[in-house]
């Protein structure tokens, strides 16, 4: 009985373990879907493209989940219903109105207004609707700057109704220029899942952030040691201000290296 | 699109000009080859400590550790604060071993330590390497510079006038005064190249609002000193442990002939070791702040929204500096980074110079001439390295599996050599045969490995990732592959030949101070505490010549100057003009004779050639302190 009542406060505290991680992931999964106006690419050395920093750094957190397998399946459940979302825009965006040009150029300098502040332009973005989608996504394509937090929040929610409307392929105001942008953020959120999937299956574990510190300060110890050892062959005695010199620059880096591995990035 | 201003082409044009003129002004100071190559065995350690620094900080530092830090966070300082790992193997191993055997270059070591035929190796090896390394310094400055400062419209005939102007300039300046050339103007360049870093970061954190605003905009994950463990192929810790950590910083600091002719360049063995210890623990702190700070601001202003997103890694530097700077300032910066590649390229030259002279022209073409023709052939030399580093450029340009070929040839060198002096230094049994074959085969396995990286390597990875094919994959944790490969061969092959015999390699591995000052002076070295005595110099007949050319001349004292010396007759003084800021340019080492009752008690007498190599004046005040 003992035992069974044990094996039960095991599986309900493994299963809150489960459940935070699920958390975890899925908001980290929102934050990249959501922010991937942010994910401009840059050239890496091998010729990939990957996300910008503020990308890089969601992604990696995702890496660090610990249930590696409910993630994997998380995700994994994510690409399914992202692919299904993609062939429906598809689907969709043939039997769309095209975008009216002027209303399309009036939002641009409304979005434009927002992002410098304006209040009323903010809220006029939102009574657009779907059809501002285009002249925020713009801001970060063409004019080579992140949306303001304010806008950001707008697209958010705009989304978020698309997404509704979409599904029950509804949406009165959606035209095709929205629907293409719409498309194409979904293959950008396909692509960070596929990276997703790619980390997860692949071998490597996140490994903690003290490791590397103890590698340095141990390993590095060894040619420092060396040139200890060197000094009491070259004074043939052990001379203490050369070990407190030497001890002191060792110190130095301790310290440094130290504040910030363990302090540093909590502090703001 | 990045427009520059007429007052910053005013101030590039004027540093040139000054560079061109100040380092050509140390000409007048180069009387000998020891001179030349290393300036007169007389500096203070502030003096190379800073010339250290703007040799370490090469053309592609800022853009690339700028790029670097964007990427990764603070952790991109790992490549240029992991060098305290060899600081006291540097201060009581290395420095004395190199400064008392009086050796000129590192092949004349391996010949010392083994034989000539590891020498020839070891000088093949790092010609290549540094003529290599000249066109690269050229190309990747021509590579940054290009978009940036339009003289003419063709890009290609822009280009090449970029890179031909600064080779030009280089040149003149190390033909006419050498390592004194080098030194002096590295000193200058080094304290821009941290100032225009710093001062970057300033403006850079006043445009964003303040350093709070600074601090919060860099994400958590960038705010790590150390990289993540094995994530990432391009970039992970252990990777760059073993890559920059153990293998290039032991070859940089303990084999590259730039640096060696630096910690031979100065007064004395305790100021090697201050030069050592001021450069980790001050001033690569300092440098690495100033080189990745702007990737670091770079973070920053994206995540704040005043800097495009999308703006290339390798660009970073370039935009934050345009961003942040006024006119003037961006000049400055400017003439800071073609400092960073003057720097870098005069040191390659003058080091090229004397690895031909001391290892290839002195001991196998023109044995037995005089001093005055190898310091001509070393000019020569220096100009003809020069030349080569130019033709080289378009080489590069046009020819991109020539300029990998060359990394690829540093990455295949460097862990052998790494190995091969660690043990020649450690290990007294580490025999010639080891040493070859350490070299050799060492290299050999890390070509195999670069070949089938997936197969060789794989093992050493610690979980990294196989990025890329062949001579792509692991490309740093390679480094630890070849160290144990290199240490694998050179154990196995010592334990199975004979080694030197003991008195041959005397001084050559870690030793104590009576050994090592024996070799240096001839006499047991005198360790008697003494003061430091200000005197006049006076030119003296009494004073026979000879010892001047080799940087010993004799000198004469009275007893009681001798006295507070602490010196004796046959011990090495070093006499030096009182003006601290000359930093030792005006200087000689000198041995004294048996001292005279009958002299004046503050005078120091010496041959008018002497007074001439050290460019005093009669009756200047100096001061005198003896060193061994």
Redesign the interface.
């Known amino acids: 009985m003992k035992n069974k009542l044990f094996l039960l406060i095991i599986a309900a505290v493994f299963s809150t373990l489960t459940a935070e991680a699920e958390t975890d992931v899925l908001g980290l999964m929102l934050n990249l879907h959501r922010f991937d106006i942010s994910c401009k690419m840059f050239d890496t050395e091998n010729g990939k493209k990957v996300c910008g920093v503020r990308h890089a750094d969601e992604f990696s957190e995702l890496m660090k989940v610990e249930d590696k397998a409910a993630a994997l399946a998380i995700v994994e459940d994510l690409q399914k219903k992202s692919k299904e979302r993609l062939a429906k825009l598809e689907e969709m965006k043939g039997s769309l109105p095209e975008a009216d040009a002027d209303e399309a150029a009036r939002l641009s300098e409304v979005a434009l207004r927002a992002q410098q502040g304006d209040e009323k332009a903010v809220e006029e973005l939102f009574k657009a609707g779907y059809a501002a989608i285009p002249a925020i996504l713009d801001i970060g394509n063409e004019r080579e700057v992140l949306p303001a937090p304010e806008v950001q929040k707008i697209l958010s929610e705009i989304e978020t109704l698309a997404d509704a409307a979409i599904m029950y392929e509804g949406g009165n105001g959606l035209n095709r220029d929205v629907m293409q942008r719409l498309i194409e953020r979904e293959e950008s959120y396909g692509a960070i899942l596929k990276r997703a999937v790619i980390g997860l299956e692949g071998t490597r574990r996140a490994f903690p952030y003290w490791l590397p510190f103890v590698y340095m300060y141990g390993l590095g110890f060894i040619p420092f040691f060396a040139g200890i050892i060197a000094s009491v062959i070259y004074y043939r005695r052990i001379r203490l201000d050369v070990i407190a010199l030497v001890m002191g620059s060792y110190l130095f880096y301790f310290c440094l290296h130290g504040y910030f591995q363990f302090i540093a990035p909590w502090s703001n | 699109m990045i427009h520059i201003n007429t007052i910053d082409w005013v101030i590039v044009i004027v540093y040139f000009i000054l560079m061109m003129g100040f380092g050509s002004y140390y000409g007048k100071f180069v009387k000998t080859s020891k001179d030349f190559f290393f300036g007169g065995q007389r500096f203070a350690w502030w003096i190379i400590a800073f010339s250290c620094v703007a040799t370490l900080v090469g053309s592609y530092s800022f853009v690339k550790y700028s790029a670097n830090a964007?990427?990764n966070g603070?952790s991109s300082s790992m490549s240029y604060?992991?060098d305290?790992?060899?600081?006291?193997?540097?201060?009581?191993?290395w420095i004395?071993i190199i400064y008392y055997s009086k050796i000129k270059s590192i092949p004349e070591y391996f010949e010392k330590r083994f034989d000539s035929r590891t020498r020839l190796m070891l000088t093949v090896f790092m010609l290549l390497y540094l003529i290599g390394y000249i066109g690269i310094n050229l190309y990747t400055m021509g590579v940054v510079l290009n978009p940036i400062l339009h003289v003419f419209a063709d890009s290609d005939v822009n280009f090449y006038f970029i890179v031909t102007v600064i080779a030009v300039v280089s040149a003149v300046y190390i033909t006419a005064g050498g390592q004194t050339s080098v030194i002096m103007t590295d000193l200058l360049q080094g304290v821009l190249l941290l100032v225009a870093g710093i001062a970057i970061f300033t403006l850079g954190v006043a445009y964003l609002g303040g350093f709070g605003e600074f601090?919060?905009n860099v994400?958590?994950?960038?705010?790590?000193?150390?990289?993540?463990?094995?994530?990432s192929a391009?970039f992970s810790?252990?990777g760059v442990?073993w890559q920059d950590?153990?293998a290039n910083s032991?070859v940089f600091w303990f084999m590259n002939q730039g640096i060696i002719m630096r910690f031979l360049s100065v007064r004395s063995v305790a100021d090697g070791r201050k030069t050592i210890?001021f450069v980790?623990?001050i001033l690569c702190?300092i440098a690495t702040f100033a080189i990745d700070s702007t990737g670091w601001l770079g973070?920053a202003m994206?995540?704040k929204?005043?800097l495009?997103?999308?703006?290339?890694?390798?660009d970073i530097f370039i935009h934050v500096a345009y961003l942040v700077c006024r006119p003037g300032i961006f000049g400055l910066i400017l003439a800071a980074l073609t400092a960073a590649l003057m720097s870098t390229v005069d040191t390659l030259i003058n080091a090229s110079a004397a690895i031909w002279v001391n290892d290839v022209w002195q001991p196998y073409v023109k044995p037995g001439k005089s001093d005055g023709y190898y310091l001509g052939v070393a000019r020569w030399v220096s100009v003809i390295a020069m030349l080569v580093g130019i033709v080289l450029v378009p080489v590069y340009k046009s020819v991109g599996s020539i300029y990998q070929a060359h990394g690829i040839f540093t990455a295949t060198i460097t862990p052998p050599m790494a190995v091969a002096l660690?043990m020649a230094m450690?290990w007294k049994r580490y025999s010639s045969k080891a040493a070859f074959w350490t070299l050799l085969g060492g290299a050999l396995m890390m070509f195999l490995g670069m070949i089938w990286p997936q197969y060789l390597i794989q093992p050493f990875s610690h979980?990294i990732?196989l990025?890329?094919g062949m001579f792509?994959g692991y490309k740093y944790i390679r480094a630890l592959y070849g160290v144990v490969c290199s240490l694998g061969i050179g154990v196995i092959v010592t334990l199975i030949t004979r080694p030197k015999d003991a008195a041959e390699i005397a001084g050559l591995t870690?030793?104590?101070?009576s050994v090592?000052m024996k070799l240096f002076k001839g006499t047991e070295g005198n360790l008697k505490k003494g003061s430091i005595v200000h005197l006049k110099v006076s030119s003296s007949e009494l004073v026979p010549s000879g010892g001047e050319e080799e940087g010993m001349a004799l000198v004469l004292l009275s007893g009681p100057a001798m006295k507070k010396l602490a010196a004796l007759a046959g011990d090495v003084v070093y006499v030096c003009d009182t003006r601290w800021w000359y930093g030792g340019l005006r200087s000689l080492h000198t041995r004294a004779m048996a001292p005279s009752d009958e002299l004046n008690e503050d005078a120091i007498y010496m041959t008018p050639r002497a007074l001439e190599l050290a460019g005093f004046k009669e009756g200047q005040e100096v001061t005198a302190e003896k060193l061994l």
Do not use: C, E
């Open positions: 964007y990427s603070f604060l992991n305290w790992m060899w600081l006291p193997l540097l201060m009581f191993g004395p601090w919060s994400p958590a994950g960038h705010k790590f000193a150390l990289a993540r463990y094995n994530d391009s810790f252990v442990f950590g153990i032991a210890l980790i623990l702190p973070t994206v995540n929204g005043v495009a997103p999308d703006v290339s890694s390798q660690m450690m979980g990732p990025s890329g792509k870690f030793s104590t101070q090592l």
